[in-house]
């Protein structure tokens, strides 16, 4: 089992950075890969960002060149660093880790998820 627990949410004007945290806990973190999806009112839930154990990414497309994926095996936390925020990036981004990388679903472990507020 790994409990994950995202936090740094919050409320920001557009254009400004934000950096959520995930703290994972319950595995030999190094050993999943950890992920980052983000889901809005009303919309599917979407792939944002993955890392793998040794440090392989993947971006979502509307995420590319902005948010940056992270992680810190001796701190069992990956980090989103979030730049250039849109208020189109307004959602609960979620944290996810499966054994697996993926650039989609199907993660096996979910937090409960952050909320991220961007104004116009």
């Known amino acids: 089992q790994v409990q994950l627990v995202e936090s740094g949410g919050g409320l920001v004007q557009g254009g400004v950075s934000l950096r959520l945290s995930c703290a994972a806990s319950?595995?030999?973190?190094?050993?999943?890969?950890m992920a980052w999806f983000r889901q809005a009112p009303g919309k599917e839930r979407e792939f944002v960002a993955a890392i793998g154990g040794r440090g392989t990414t993947y971006y979502g497309d509307s995420v590319k060149g902005r948010f940056t994926i992270s992680r810190d095996n001796a701190k069992n936390t990956v980090y989103l660093q979030m730049n250039s925020l849109k208020p189109e990036d307004t959602a609960v981004y979620y944290c996810?880790?499966?054994?697996?990388?993926?650039?989609?679903?199907?993660?096996?472990?979910w937090g409960q998820g952050t909320q991220v507020t961007v104004s116009s």
């Open positions: 319950g595995r030999t973190f190094s050993n999943y890969a």
């Open positions: 996810a880790a499966d054994r697996l990388l993926m650039r989609g679903g199907g993660y096996e472990y």
